[in-house]
């Protein structure tokens, strides 16, 4: 078996049990490459989750609330703009506008200063690790004549069940944080600027833990109970699977992509299965995140191997194992959150990676063909988005865009 | 100007001048009591807010989650039971087996075992201050034919507006935890149990901040942007507040009373009031909650005070004007959340009280009549409720109500 480096190259196309012994991949999916142990000098280092909440920077090399582990609750808004009622020179201005706007806005509220005019600034000042993260569709990317082969539009998979409340907008704002009335608040005043040039197309409120985590290890559980994210990529690994390298960027350097997708789990259905149907679905235990073949979260995940009886440990339909990453392109960054509303509960499947068409897309056709679990979930919501790259002193969000578009 | 113990006897009627230097009462209200130093030594401790997440006991003298400063997060859980088709003594049973069987229940989730046939105890394993509390309305205690003249029912209020989904239940169930995902698995691991035997009235969701609390000092931000619970009674002030004391006990030994209030606010019509507009309908500044008659938040709220022309400082029809407690017994422990759903944003207003009669009762009847702060809410929802005295190894949530109903 091969040695895996912790930054392997982008074009080793790993076999099977090459690609198990990279390290097992979770519920969710797509976290194979091996775990770094220093972050890139270069970047902003990944938040420390058990540290004291402050203000998170705006500026930087990348926008703030990617590289860092997720805050204890998160919004997505989602905003699309008026631009079949503008000719193109129009809406050139109207997008350049919106973002010189979201700039101030979300240097504003990450300092804690409350945005322009705002009503209640005081409910800003709490250090909560806010974070306001802008991205935007490739229709936005289309009026701008900006050309790229990393987006384009999420393609529709087998079995999804898509309801046009969650689906693709024209714009993005991650807001995450740690206290959930300092969130209300940026959310509002957000919504409030945008009131009048945007639509709403959507509001999604997830959450994950405490903003001190009162479990120890990476990843939480999401309402069927299971460990989410035990081996999603953290330091150098993270970096690169979510923004590239110089030789390899994402859609634009300094900028990633971000897939949403809302993932509908049947709790009550979820309800009738017993563990050993659970860890059979998953190929992992619900007790402690161990692969069906392994003992320990962080054993790999080797679809070699036989049980007592003398058959797979981890089935072949099981999620993990249609999830494992076949490239080590196939790496993602989950970044999401569990949600909870009267009528529905789920995930706010949420990662980030460099190039999702050689990604999250095939990882989710496999998925979407078999997957174990498929009984038990329904994506009912699907969008794709370029996130802008991060801004320097002085500039604003998008600005390297709208520097090499053609007029 | 009469000097005021720790503890006033609680026949003393206060003067308007003697009441405002006992303490300033906050939006909200009903927490004019001087607060104490020291806790009763025969009580738990409240909670310190910074302190680690940890489990809460389940047997005490009182029931957790009443006394502690409150988690970041909570759900208000109505049920109603099924007792129009029993006879009285079929209805006894049935209460006293609910009861049994959250006794059980509450004391598996505080402890962190997940309750009977739990499909994913592992989300309670987390240390995160989950607290279950319990309690009965009117319609239960009458079932049991147990006397008390501390509960009754809540009158109407001039002004409200009640939704009849949030009105009183036959049993209320509080839960509260500084961990989002482990409060949604404690929710429905008793939801489930109680499957059949009960109907779910409402579930009502609220949160206030971040486990580690990120702005020092008591209180919360409400959505208003008021800081609310400046005042709120600490320590030995506010068990006698709550739970009275040997000689006046609430409607039992080692009981109190919840009144839970569902309060909508107009956050689009207060974003048109500008900062003078609000400090002057509250009575106390959004920048620091300081009252209008003093430059600290801990400066007393005096009606006497005026202003550099000569006009009073706070107006009578001021928030804290109105609610300023006209007598000891008008103490109230508020322990209240913020709402936000689609539609409505608001208070989940929660009161801990030894007698509502003596204490919310007329302090809402004063609002309701007059209070700058009318023309932006609107109470949606209202209950009332007697909590159960805490319970001791071996015995069940209200035993000691059952021991004492006559057959």
Same mark, same amino acid.
């Given at each position: 078996?091969?040695?895996?480096?912790?930054?392997p190259s982008?074009?080793?196309?790993?076999?099977?049990?090459?690609?198990?012994a990279?390290?097992?991949?979770?519920?969710?999916?797509?976290a194979?490459?091996?775990?770094a142990?220093a972050?890139?000098?270069s970047?902003?280092?990944p938040t420390?989750?058990?540290?004291s909440?402050?203000f998170?920077?705006f500026?930087?090399?990348? &926008? #703030? %609330?990617?590289?860092s582990?997720p $805050?204890a609750h998160?919004?997505f808004? !989602? @905003?699309?703009l008026?631009?079949?009622?503008?000719?193109?020179t129009?809406s050139?201005?109207?997008?350049?506008?919106?973002?010189?706007?979201?700039?101030?806005?979300?240097?504003?509220?990450?300092?804690?200063?409350?945005?322009?005019?705002?009503?209640?600034p005081?409910?800003?000042?709490?250090?909560?690790?806010?974070?306001?993260?802008?991205?935007?569709?490739?229709?936005i990317?289309?009026?701008l004549?900006?050309?790229?082969s990393a987006?384009?539009?999420?393609?529709?998979?087998?079995?999804e069940?898509?309801?046009a409340?969650y689906?693709?907008?024209?714009?993005?704002?991650?807001?995450?944080?740690?206290?959930?009335t300092?969130?209300?608040?940026?959310?509002r005043?957000?919504?409030?600027?945008?009131?009048?040039i945007t639509?709403l197309?959507?509001? &999604? #409120? %997830?959450?994950?833990?405490?903003? $001190?985590?009162?479990?120890?290890?990476? !990843? @939480?559980r999401?309402?069927?109970?299971?460990?989410?994210?035990?081996?999603?990529?953290?330091?150098?690994?993270?970096?690169?699977?979510?923004?590239g390298?110089?030789?390899?960027?994402?859609?634009i350097?300094g900028?990633?992509?971000?897939?949403?997708?809302?993932?509908?789990?049947n709790?009550?259905?979820?309800?009738?299965v017993?563990?050993?149907?659970?860890?059979?679905?998953?190929?992992r235990?619900?007790?402690?995140?161990?692969?069906l073949?392994?003992?320990?979260?962080?054993?790999?995940?080797?679809?070699?191997?036989?049980?007592?009886?003398?058959?797979?440990?981890?089935?072949a339909h099981?999620?993990i194992?249609?999830?494992?990453?076949?490239t080590?392109d196939e790496v993602?960054?989950?970044?999401?959150y569990?949600?909870?509303?009267?009528?529905?509960?789920?995930?706010?499947?949420?990662?980030? $990676?460099r190039?999702?068409?050689?990604?999250?897309?095939?990882?989710?056709?496999?998925?979407a063909?078999?997957d174990?679990?498929?009984?038990?979930?329904?994506?009912?919501?699907?969008?794709l988005?370029?996130?802008l790259?991060?801004v320097?002193?002085g500039r604003?969000?998008?600005?390297e865009?709208?520097?090499?578009?053609k007029?």
């Amino acid at each position: 078996m091969r040695a895996v480096n912790v930054q392997p190259s982008r074009r080793v196309v790993l076999g099977g049990s090459a690609a198990a012994a990279i390290g097992g991949v979770f519920a969710g999916f797509g976290a194979g490459r091996a775990t770094a142990t220093a972050s890139s000098s270069s970047a902003p280092q990944p938040t420390d989750a058990a540290h004291s909440p402050r203000f998170q920077p705006f500026h930087g090399k990348y &926008q #703030s %609330g990617i590289l860092s582990d997720p $805050q204890a609750h998160a919004v997505f808004l !989602g @905003f699309n703009l008026p631009l079949d009622a503008m000719d193109r020179t129009e809406s050139i201005e109207h997008i350049r506008s919106i973002l010189k706007m979201l700039t101030a806005d979300a240097q504003q509220l990450m300092s804690g200063r409350g945005v322009l005019a705002d009503t209640e600034p005081e409910m800003s000042h709490a250090q909560s690790d806010l974070t306001v993260t802008v991205g935007v569709g490739q229709s936005i990317l289309d009026v701008l004549g900006y050309k790229s082969s990393a987006l384009g539009r999420l393609p529709e998979f087998k079995g999804e069940k898509l309801d046009a409340r969650y689906g693709q907008s024209d714009l993005i704002i991650q807001c995450c944080a740690q206290d959930p009335t300092v969130l209300h608040h940026a959310v509002r005043a957000l919504r409030k600027n945008l009131r009048g040039i945007t639509e709403l197309a959507f509001s &999604q #409120s %997830g959450f994950m833990h405490a903003a $001190q985590p009162v479990r120890p290890g990476p !990843g @939480f559980r999401n309402l069927f109970g299971q460990l989410d994210g035990i081996n999603n990529p953290t330091g150098q690994a993270r970096e690169l699977a979510v923004f590239g390298d110089a030789q390899e960027p994402s859609w634009i350097t300094g900028g990633t992509t971000l897939v949403l997708r809302r993932i509908e789990m049947n709790l009550d259905k979820w309800d009738e299965v017993d563990r050993a149907g659970r860890d059979f679905a998953l190929g992992r235990r619900q007790s402690d995140g161990s692969p069906l073949s392994g003992t320990k979260s962080t054993d790999p995940v080797d679809l070699q191997a036989l049980d007592a009886s003398g058959l797979p440990a981890i089935a072949a339909h099981a999620h993990i194992a249609r999830a494992k990453p076949e490239t080590a392109d196939e790496v993602l960054w989950r970044r999401g959150y569990n949600y909870h509303e009267t009528q529905s509960s789920g995930l706010l499947f949420a990662s980030y $990676q460099r190039e999702p068409a050689r990604s999250f897309i095939p990882v989710q056709r496999r998925l979407a063909q078999v997957d174990a679990l498929n009984e038990w979930i329904t994506h009912v919501g699907s969008a794709l988005y370029a996130i802008l790259p991060g801004v320097a002193e002085g500039r604003y969000l998008g600005e390297e865009v709208f520097s090499q578009i053609k007029q």
